[in-house]
């Protein structure tokens, strides 16, 4: 019964390995007509899809199926990028006596990957400005959450790992699959870095990750990539930036030239924004609130700041701001226009990934990172309470307490948004805080 697998997927802990962490019971508890997987992986550098739709093609398939069962889904369509070809061959040859299922082959460019991007791609379907794929039939996935189903399902397993590219200045790289609350760290040092804090370090991918603080924080379920570069390089500068700095530039440096709009996913889509509009309000001082506003459909994929602008401005990182600004103050998006016309020259506009990846100056980067078959052992680790949308996990366990691993340690609190989590090593736990449960191994078999 779908509740059966639903309470499966809650007791789990699955939440959308390939995003924002989203809750995977939630997403799956609805009616579908389609199950589109996002397999695009259009960041630059990043290279976990790719692989585990090859070396894990038996769960992934069958946690797609498990997926359009629950949702009563008729079809599921894997969206995948033609220069992936070993992957793409694999996957036609495990779809081949599947009539519900089929393989679309996505052009590469960048945001492939973004979640309404990827469905108008793969189904001509368009998400209402400020709406979410469900509203037009479809459920959006990414291929390790498809994964985690299957193994929990068929095979009772909780999320107690994730797999990690770790790319850019680093002696080997290379993808790796740990245990969830492992110390970036120690993941970093698996591909030959010795002295992490002498590098800037991307949490995610080169256009939308943001800066990682501290390499001793904890790896979580969400954790894609790590993209280590010299302090020196423009994208570990452009993130260090203050806002103050941020502010001034876009006051003084804007040139209203309106790439920003011309290259927006989302305006291209049809969707009411127009960054530049945005910048120009801010730069002459201009309370024009409807126009600040456009900033709510912002979808943050860093075109605008990383590629579009020619004085290297920040729009994204306004919008987020104003997000919040604006939300303090009560106000609400925009309404969505009333017709939502996609761009008749979006397709011409539509950036080539290597065009990405030259602008970003990672081309000397851009390199193979294989799947280690590695079994990796950590003697501490640190899961996060929150790793996901919704309220923190609330601790089941005490001080003191053996766990071997896949045991429950975090509750959802009731009535709440929220995903349980797991013992990822076994062992004693010797710490809980506001933030996380430390678990050193020992007292039980790992």
Same mark, same amino acid.
């Given at each position: 019964m779908a509740s059966d697998v639903l309470t499966t997927i809650k007791n789990a802990g699955i939440v959308g390995a390939g995003g924002a962490g989203f809750p995977s019971h939630v997403k799956f508890n609805a009616k579908a007509e389609v199950i589109v997987v996002n397999g695009a992986e259009c960041e630059p550098l990043i290279r976990v899809d790719q692989q585990?739709?090859?070396?894990?093609?038996?769960?992934?398939?069958?946690?797609?199926?498990?997926?359009?069962?629950?949702?009563?889904?008729?079809?599921?369509?894997?969206?995948?990028?033609?220069?992936?070809?070993?992957?793409?061959?694999?996957?036609?040859?495990?779809?081949?006596?599947?009539?519900?299922?089929?393989?679309?082959?996505?052009?590469?460019?960048?945001?492939?990957? $973004? %979640?309404? *991007?990827?469905?108008?791609?793969?189904?001509?379907?368009?998400? =209402? +400005?400020?709406?979410?794929? @469900?509203?037009?039939?479809?459920?959006?996935?990414?291929?390790?959450?498809?994964?985690?189903?299957?193994?929990?399902?068929?095979?009772?397993?909780?999320?107690?790992?994730?797999?990690?590219?770790?790319?850019?200045?680093?002696?080997?790289?290379?993808?790796?699959?740990?245990?969830?609350?492992?110390?970036?760290?120690?993941?970093?040092?698996?591909?030959?870095?010795?002295?992490?804090?002498?590098?800037?370090?991307?949490?995610?991918?080169?256009?939308?990750?943001?800066?990682?603080?501290?390499? $001793? %924080?904890? *790896?979580?379920?969400?954790?894609?990539?790590?993209?280590?570069? =010299? +302090?020196?390089?423009?994208? @570990?500068?452009?993130?260090?930036?203050?806002?103050?700095?941020?502010?001034?530039?876009?006051?003084?440096?804007?040139?209203?030239?309106?790439?920003?709009t011309d290259l927006c996913p989302r305006f291209l889509l049809g969707h009411t924004i127009e960054p530049h509009r945005i910048m120009r309000a801010l730069k002459y001082g201009e309370v024009a609130e409807d126009v600040l506003r456009m900033a709510f459909t912002c979808c943050e994929c860093g075109m605008c700041e990383q590629f579009a602008c020619p004085a290297h401005i920040s729009p994204k990182t306004v919008n987020v701001q104003l997000k919040k600004q604006l939300a303090a103050k009560g106000l609400k998006p925009l309404d969505k226009p009333e017709p939502q016309i996609v761009h008749p020259r979006r397709g011409e506009r539509r950036v080539p990934s290597k065009r990405i990846v030259g602008r970003l100056n990672l081309s000397k980067y851009d390199l193979p990172a294989p799947l280690s078959v590695e079994e990796y052992t950590f003697d501490t680790i640190q899961v996060p309470l929150k790793q996901h949308v919704g309220a923190p996990a609330i601790p089941i366990v005490k001080v003191g307490d053996?766990?071997?691993?896949?045991?429950?340690?975090?509750?959802?609190?009731?009535?709440?948004?929220?995903?349980?989590?797991?013992?990822?090593?076994?062992?004693?736990?010797?710490?809980?805080?506001?933030?996380?449960?430390?678990?050193?191994?020992?007292?039980?078999?790992r």
């Open positions: 585990l739709m090859i070396v894990e093609i038996k769960a992934f398939i069958r946690g797609l199926e498990i997926a359009m069962a629950v949702t009563e889904a008729q079809e599921g369509i894997i969206a995948i990028k033609g220069k992936h070809k070993e992957a793409i061959a694999t996957l036609a040859e495990a779809v081949a006596d599947k009539d519900n299922i089929r393989i679309h082959i996505l052009d590469d460019f960048y945001p492939a990957g $973004d %979640e309404q *991007v990827t469905l108008y791609e793969a189904t001509g379907r368009q998400v =209402p +400005q400020g709406g979410i794929p @469900i509203q037009v039939g479809a459920v959006v996935t990414n291929v390790e959450t498809l994964i985690n189903v299957a193994q929990a399902v068929d095979e009772g397993k909780a999320v107690t790992e994730t797999y990690i590219t770790v790319n850019g200045h680093v002696p080997q790289p290379l993808t790796v699959k740990v245990p969830v609350g492992v110390s970036v760290r120690e993941v970093l040092a698996l591909a030959g870095v010795k002295n992490a804090d002498a590098y800037g370090i991307i949490d995610g991918g080169p256009m939308m990750g943001g800066l990682l603080k501290n390499p $001793d %924080e904890p *790896v979580q379920k969400t954790s894609k990539a790590y993209i280590v570069l =010299p +302090q020196d390089h423009y994208l @570990i500068r452009i993130r260090n930036l203050s806002l103050k700095t941020i502010s001034k530039e876009t006051q003084t440096a804007c040139l209203q030239c309106r790439y920003c053996v766990v071997k691993r896949g045991d429950m340690i975090g509750d959802i609190p009731e009535k709440a948004l929220g995903a349980t989590i797991h013992a990822s090593i076994g062992g004693t736990v010797t710490a809980i805080t506001d933030s996380a449960i430390v678990i050193k191994a020992g007292g039980e078999h």
